[in-house]
């Protein structure tokens, strides 16, 4: 029997489709099978949003006070549904980037990144297969987190223009995947990932502006935080859920520059991770960790 | 006449290694792979042999696109690595880092479902695939089970499967039975000659000599980034016939083999521990009954013990030791840093 040249390979749009679901169902699996880390993966934001509410309060006073003198700085006295939705936020900002970062260093120590790397199957396709498990996995945690969070802290998150919110929320994940293969990049040529994620998590809640209004900021940190697409997602589902300000006064001005970071950012990322990824091959290569 | 489906022409490949001490880094340039040309057959099984560090895993780190070469040229079935990586690796299939590289979480059918769309291979065709392989690879037993719970055999084993899940026409098995036992890594070896007759080409790097006489139509012997000899291992022993080897095993000190080195008529001495503690040296010489009372002299002069003189029949380790001065079972990075030199890796 003849062998064909390129064996029982057959290229196509399906097959590179096949790649993507493939690598998505491959992290369901390995991921059904780590019981417990998705429920306590929604806890998460719960910890994270108590902390600034349980300061708020002993600070204030109470939460009449609290109510007032947030209504005062940020122009809500709501101030439970702001954290929490700055916190929820920046859970499924951070599950984006850490898992793309961390699945990189995983696959680099159990040997799988380079079994990858030799199959003919192209990193846009292996990516986008974590992207949109990362993409699931966030939602999942967005909207666990937010309905428990809500009945935690006694707040109604279903108020305001909520078509609006999801609007900025799915537009402001574009950007994150180009964000994700930046994030990838780096731990792929530093070969660390959790002293990155650990200290990449302050500074990017942080300059989100995930528990206060960037408006606090000094003017260079105001820019350095606009600069980063999160940003506008998480102040544009608050705004229109809680009847805060646009960055730019309205809606539609706010929502077109996350378009364009949607538009620039994942072509940014996916070229630097195949710069970073090209010059590492002219060295070491990626395998060696 | 068989067409050339592997080239590689003055193939080098460089490295910025660190050499570190205590909190201390120093850069160093590490000449991996020197002006390599090398031509593999279609339909043969080619042998790449050499020790540990000598370069085998970078050449076929090169060949597989994981590396860029620093200079030079290769094509692997008419596609050239550097301009047309994807369709080298659709060309391939390889086992290149032993049971590393399978998912521990996924069991093995699910390995080689995901491994097989990742080479595109249509999803009905990687069922038939996967019963194919557990049929040949007798996988059927454990194809079922997560891959955690594998032996470091069965894990192998799965590793080759892996490697087959595309029928790819150029098989690259990087030193594929280094983990496994002997029955195994023998039931291995038979596939690999049946994938042959089917037509598969194969390029098998290994460090063990009889291995390689065992299974290969031609061999190179690759050391310090260079290929020093290559042919049939009928050929390359034909060359040493002018020359023989004889072996004294007893109990015999590594400083022995400079004397005997220095009697006019050695070509070469390298001397082997084996695991019992005892110590043997082989002996390259052009006339061994002329030489032998003169090397029992230098010998038993240093204190040695000898219990056994033997002659023995050329093998590939012999041409290795012939061209290097050394044996196979010393790594060439330990060789580099002794004589101060470059090493491969």
């Given at each position: 029997m003849a062998v064909e040249k390129l064996g029982l390979t057959r290229m196509s749009r399906r097959s590179n489709l096949d790649?993507?679901?493939?690598?998505?169902?491959?992290?369901?699996?390995?991921?059904?099978?780590?019981?417990?880390?998705?429920?306590?993966?929604?806890?998460?934001?719960?910890?994270?949003?108590?902390?600034?509410?349980?300061?708020?309060l002993s600070v204030a006073g109470g939460d009449a006070a609290a109510s007032a003198n947030f209504n005062r700085q940020?122009?809500?006295?709501?101030?439970?549904?702001?954290?929490?939705?700055?916190?929820?936020?920046?859970?499924?900002?951070?599950?984006?980037?850490?898992?793309?970062?961390?699945?990189?260093?995983?696959?680099?120590?159990?040997?799988?990144?380079?079994?990858?790397y030799l199959a003919p199957a192209k990193r846009l396709y292996l990516v986008s297969g974590?992207?949109?498990?990362?993409?699931?996995?966030?939602?999942?945690?967005?909207?666990?987190?937010?309905?428990?969070?809500?009945?935690?802290?006694?707040?109604?998150?279903?108020q305001g223009e909520i078509a609006l919110a999801t609007a900025f929320l799915f537009v402001g994940l574009i950007p994150l995947w180009g964000l994700a293969f930046l994030f990838g990049a780096f731990i792929l040529k530093v070969k660390e990932a959790n002293s990155v994620v650990n200290s990449a998590q302050w500074v990017v809640s942080f300059f989100m502006g995930v528990f206060f209004p960037i408006a606090f900021f000094p003017p260079f940190l105001q820019w350095v935080a606009l600069s980063f697409p999160p940003t506008w997602m998480n102040n544009g589902v608050r705004a229109?859920?809680?009847?805060?300000?646009?960055?730019?006064?309205?809606?539609?001005?706010?929502?077109?520059?996350?378009?364009?970071?949607?538009?620039?950012?994942?072509?940014?990322?996916?070229?630097?991770?195949?710069?970073?990824?090209?010059?590492?091959?002219?060295?070491?290569?990626?395998g060696q960790y | 006449m068989p067409e050339i489906i592997i080239r590689t022409e003055k193939l080098s490949k460089n490295f910025v290694s660190k050499d570190r001490k205590g909190f201390r880094s120093k850069k160093k340039k590490v000449e991996a792979l020197k002006d390599v040309d090398l031509e593999i057959e279609e339909g043969e099984i080619f042998g790449l042999l050499g020790p540990n560090g000598a370069g085998?895993?970078?050449?076929?780190?090169?060949?597989?696109?994981l590396l860029i070469p620093t200079s030079g040229r290769a094509w692997v079935n008419g596609f050239d690595i550097l301009t047309q990586d994807n369709l080298v690796r659709a060309s391939l299939g390889t086992m290149l880092m032993g049971e590393r590289g399978l998912y521990w979480k996924l069991t093995g059918r699910e390995n080689l479902d995901y491994f097989g769309a990742l080479y595109h291979v249509p999803k009905k065709v990687r069922r038939r695939r996967i019963e194919e392989l557990k049929e040949l690879l007798e996988l059927e037993e454990f194809l079922d089970r997560s891959v955690e719970t594998y032996s470091s055999g069965q894990k192998m084993i799965l590793a080759f499967a892996k490697a087959l899940i595309n029928e790819a026409p150029i098989l690259i098995l990087d030193e594929p039975t280094v983990t496994m036992d002997v029955p195994t890594a023998r039931k291995l070896r038979r596939i690999v000659m049946d994938l042959n007759e089917?037509?598969?080409?194969?390029?098998?790097?290994?460090?063990?000599?009889?291995?390689?006489?065992?299974?290969?139509?031609?061999?190179?012997?690759?050391?310090?980034?260079?290929i020093i000899a290559h042919g049939t291992p009928d050929a390359l022993k034909a060359s040493l016939v002018t020359e023989e080897t004889i072996t004294l095993e007893g109990v015999i000190p590594q400083k022995v083999t400079?004397?005997?080195?220095?009697?006019?008529?050695?070509?070469?001495?390298?001397?082997?521990?084996?695991?019992?503690?005892?110590?043997?040296?082989?002996?390259?010489?052009?006339?061994?009954?002329?030489?032998?009372?003169?090397?029992?002299?230098?010998?038993?002069?240093?204190?040695?013990t000898v219990d056994f003189i033997k002659p023995h029949e050329v093998t590939l380790e012999d041409v290795f030791i012939a061209k290097t001065g050394r044996a196979l079972n010393v790594d060439t990075r330990v060789v580099a840093e002794r004589e101060g030199g470059p090493s491969g890796r």
């Open positions: 790649i993507v679901w493939t690598v998505f169902k491959a992290r369901i699996l390995i991921i059904s099978r780590y019981r417990g880390s998705l429920f306590l993966e929604t806890l998460i934001p719960l910890v994270f949003a108590a902390l600034p509410i349980l300061i708020g940020v122009g809500t006295p709501d101030y439970r549904l702001y954290m929490l939705l700055g916190a929820v936020t920046f859970v499924v900002v951070s599950i984006m980037l850490w898992i793309v970062g961390f699945w990189i260093r995983r696959e680099m120590e159990m040997g799988t990144l380079e079994a990858m974590i992207a949109t498990y990362a993409f699931l996995r966030s939602l999942i945690a967005f909207a666990i987190a937010l309905g428990v969070g809500s009945l935690v802290f006694g707040v109604n998150p279903f229109a859920l809680q009847d805060l300000a646009f960055f730019f006064g309205t809606w539609y001005f706010d929502l077109a520059v996350l378009f364009v970071f949607a538009a620039v950012v994942p072509f940014l990322g996916y070229s630097f991770f195949l710069r970073t990824e090209h010059h590492m091959k002219k060295n070491e290569g990626v | 085998k895993t970078t050449l076929i780190k090169c060949l597989t696109t089917r037509g598969h080409t194969i390029l098998y790097t290994t460090h063990l000599m009889q291995e390689a006489e065992e299974l290969c139509d031609r061999v190179a012997i690759i050391d310090h980034g260079e400079e004397d005997i080195r220095s009697i006019t008529g050695v070509k070469a001495a390298t001397v082997t521990s084996e695991e019992d503690g005892r110590t043997s040296v082989s002996i390259v010489t052009e006339d061994s009954r002329l030489l032998l009372p003169k090397i029992i002299e230098k010998v038993v002069g240093n204190g040695a």
